[in-house]
């Protein structure tokens, strides 16, 4: 097996679909109600564990927007690879990602006005964010791999150096929440800050680095070589970027909702290891019959995403209507079987979709 390539019959990473899928899964289903349980005894912090951490510090769910766009950088030397193999140039594959880069930014402002009810102008969606890091990526991504690492790590470093050494007045934490370099260019962009939640909208600075160190992992898992190697480099690399991230938390602390430099580095080291996992349980020792349903949910990951976003909360209400009456009376239980069957409605579209081959791309 250590021997083996398993790109060799066939360029699809079911890993990297059951990866995906996982990943929108928990987005679709908000951790399938668990952070309800954060205030119950005995369980409050592994339920807090899928919720945002409120500062300095990392939660699992902090992880999950990370995934997202790591794994938007993982398809694309796949994806790009069968256009170029149809004879589209790469000026040609430019104009593609800008065009969809302004889509996804439209999608993103769009998702704002949805959740104000009203014209607004606001960047903090990852829509928005990835519009970005979608662009810087391709701009680098036939680079190489030395040379891709050296442009991330320099992105951080400028992330830190800004965030640290810009002088703003009425500033004196770099760090702080809505007092920062963050803040202040929420201001300039938008005229205001995240409403409380500390977001900000340059957090797709440090974003950069998700979707350029995936592009490397793609590259690793399309490359010729053993399938063990691969785990090996992924792994390897994960552990480094965790035990750097921690590390570098004096000098610039773990904050994902600024991305700080060590947040990126320690989140990228756990994307690298969750995708290193996947890769040997799935591609490498085949087990992949009991990841169909995650692969569904994978190949449909905007629709199922938008649909939460922009139906969900309908699709809640209606759904209420015939479940409430018996779930209401079970408090915090009522509320997790609530947002589970919630799941199970888009993800049994994303099913009929799957089943017609239909995917939806921008």
């Not at 063990?228 to 994902?256: D, Q």
């Not at 009376?329 to 579209?349: N, P």
Request: aromatic share 14%; hydrophobic share 50%.
């Amino acid at each position: 097996m250590t021997g083996q390539n398993s790109l060799t019959s066939s360029n699809r990473l079911t890993s990297l679909d059951a990866f995906r899928g996982l990943t929108m899964i928990l987005l679709v289903s908000e951790a399938f109600g668990i952070p309800h349980l954060r205030h119950t005894p005995g369980l409050g912090m592994f339920a807090r564990q899928f919720t945002h951490h409120p500062w300095n510090g990392l939660y699992f769910w902090d992880l999950i927007q990370p995934f997202f766009m790591f794994i938007v950088g993982v398809a694309m030397p796949f994806s790009f690879a069968k256009r170029w193999e149809h004879g589209e140039t790469w000026g040609q594959s430019l104009l593609h990602v800008l065009r969809r880069s302004v889509v996804l930014l439209a999608l993103g402002v769009i998702l704002h006005c949805a959740y104000s009810g009203k014209l607004v102008w606001e960047l903090w969606n990852v829509l928005t964010q990835l519009s970005v890091t979608y662009i810087v990526a391709f701009l680098f991504m036939r680079k190489s791999i030395r040379t891709q690492l050296i442009v991330s790590f320099a992105i951080l470093l400028g992330n830190y150096l800004a965030y640290r050494f810009i002088p703003l007045e009425g500033v004196t934490d770099p760090w702080a929440k809505d007092s920062n370099l963050g803040a202040f260019m929420d201001t300039v962009l938008m005229g205001k800050l995240n409403n409380g939640g500390g977001w900000v909208t340059i957090n797709f600075i440090g974003s950069s680095a998700h979707t350029m160190w995936g592009v490397i992992a793609g590259l690793i898992l399309k490359s010729a070589r053993p399938d063990m190697k691969k785990v090996k480099l992924l792994a390897s690399a994960g552990v480094a970027g965790v035990a750097l991230g921690i590390l570098l938390n004096p000098i610039t602390p773990i904050i994902k909702r600024i991305c700080t430099s060590s947040f990126i580095i320690v989140s990228g080291g756990f994307c690298l290891l969750a995708l290193a996992l996947f890769f040997w349980i799935v591609d490498v020792k085949g087990y992949k019959k009991w990841t169909t349903v995650l692969v569904i949910a994978g190949l449909n990951p905007i629709f199922m995403y938008l649909y939460r976003e922009l139906l969900g909360g309908w699709t809640n209400n209606f759904i209420g209507i015939f479940t409430m009456p018996f779930l209401g009376h079970l408090g915090v239980a009522g509320e997790m079987i609530q947002e589970t069957l919630l799941l199970a409605v888009i993800w049994s579209l994303a099913y009929w979709l799957y089943k017609h081959k239909i995917v939806i791309r921008i």
